[in-house]
Nanobody, 118 residues
Framework: QVQLVESGGGLVQPGGSLRLSCAASGFTFSSYVMSWYCQAPGKKRELVAAISTTGGSTNYADSVKGRFTISRDNAKNTVYLQMNSLKPEDTAVYYC???????????WGQGTQVTVSS
């Protein structure tokens, strides 16, 4: 059974940090491009960051460049999102996504809430 389980969300003050984790199971993690998306109330789901199968290549939304870092540990089947200098506009549900590098398989986690507020 395929599972992507996010954790690490919560309430943080502006300027603070959070580290999201996404633990994968049920598929060959190292064959999947992994991404983090966010969705704020009333808005479309947007790509935040993506990382290649080996971790050698990353991509970020302009709004988070220099503040967020995506990484992965293929030995632990886990992808991370380190979020620094958080802003109120980063408030959203953050979703983990996996897309097979050579195929149509596309998996989503259930999401974790991040709220940035004083």
């Amino acid at each position: 059974q395929v599972q992507l389980v996010e954790s690490g969300g919560g309430l943080v003050q502006p300027g603070g940090s959070l580290r999201l984790s996404c633990a994968a199971s049920g598929f060959t993690f190292s064959s999947y491009v992994m991404s983090w998306y966010c969705q704020a109330p009333g808005k479309k789901r947007e790509l935040v960051a993506a990382i290649s199968t080996t971790g050698g290549s990353t991509n970020y939304a302009d709004s988070v460049k220099g503040r967020f870092t995506i990484s992965r540990d293929n030995a632990k089947n886990t992808v991370y999102l380190q979020m620094n200098s958080l802003k109120p506009e980063d408030t959203a549900v953050y979703y983990c996504n996996g897309i097979r590098a050579l195929g149509p398989d596309n998996y989503w986690g259930q999401g974790t809430q991040v709220t940035v507020s004083s």
